[in-house]
């Protein structure tokens, strides 16, 4: 079993930063992807970003530029930094732990609330 446990958000002003993270603690995979999802009120969670335990990166259209998104060597801890964040970027951010095979497991943390206001 997985638990992801997310720190990190809170209010910030239009053109702040913001940095999130994520601890996984369980069981280890071989290969799998951590990364962030988010959810604005009356809208669909969205993918933000992804990273592989290989390292390979991937960001929505909206995070390309401001956003980036890491994982420590060990491989349990994947950080979001945000920059320059707009209101627009207000939403329940959630971590989520993915792991391919025969069947694709999700894992999802409790989520973290991220208000961009002045």
């Known amino acids: 079993q997985v638990q992801l446990v997310e720190s990190g958000g809170g209010l910030v002003q239009p053109g702040g930063s913001l940095r999130l993270s994520c601890a996984a603690s369980g069981s280890i995979f071989r290969f799998y992807a951590m990364g962030w999802y988010r959810q604005a009120p009356g809208k669909q969670r969205e993918l933000v970003a992804s990273v592989t335990n290989g390292g390979t990166t991937n960001y929505a259209a909206t995070a390309k530029g401001r956003f980036a998104i890491s994982m420590d060597n060990a491989g349990r801890v994947v950080h979001l930094r945000m920059n320059n964040l707009a209101p627009e970027d207000t939403a329940i951010y959630y971590c989520?732990?993915?792991?391919?095979?025969?069947?694709?497991?999700?894992?999802w943390g409790q989520g973290t609330q991220v208000t961009v206001s002045s």
């Open positions: 989520i732990l993915v792991v391919p095979g025969a069947t694709i497991d999700e894992y």
